[in-house]
């Protein structure tokens, strides 16, 4: 499986202390060099710095080989290189919670997963406990909005009863 992520989900992960997930649940995960970039900016996170500036094994960095054409330009220079890598290397999913990144990505056919989603589905695996998880990520400031939130509920509801 091939997984390229953005800044936000890995900024959100290795601040509430579940960036361990993601080789759990991806084996390796690619980030173009924009996203480690911005992950090392002196006003970044202490242990988001310290994640960036040494990256465990399993975290790949990739030059991209040419922005995409066309993409829109409210975009970061982060999440315009995600977009890039994900479609050089017809990635399986990008990680990215940005919304006009995401439907950038989707408008590509690239499968977009937010920060919440991997909650859940490292939840549906037996990795963690997503309301507590879920709460952590509020008390940082993350915002989804309500019908994101009760989509994800639900479906770790309905994980419970089976």
Request: net charge negative.
């Amino acid at each position: 499986m091939i997984v390229v992520a953005n800044t936000s989900p890995l900024n959100y992960l290795t601040r509430s202390g579940y960036v361990w997930i993601l080789p759990e649940l991806f084996g390796k995960v690619l980030v173009p060099k924009a996203v480690l970039t911005e992950m090392l900016h002196p006003q970044a996170p202490a242990e988001v710095h310290t994640f960036a500036s040494s990256p465990p094994p399993w975290l790949e960095c990739v030059e991209v080989g040419r922005i995409a054409c066309g993409l829109d330009s409210s975009l970061g220079e982060g999440e315009r290189e995600a977009i890039s890598l994900a479609l050089e290397t017809h990635a399986d999913a990008l990680l990215i919670d940005d919304l006009a990144g995401r439907r950038e990505a989707q408008s590509r056919h690239i499968a977009a997963r937010g920060t919440l989603a991997i909650l859940l589905q490292a939840s549906l695996r037996g990795h963690l406990h997503f309301p507590t998880a879920f709460e952590q990520l509020r008390q940082m400031g993350f915002r989804a909005s309500s019908a994101i939130q009760e989509a994800l509920f639900d479906a770790h509801s309905k994980s419970q009863l089976g």
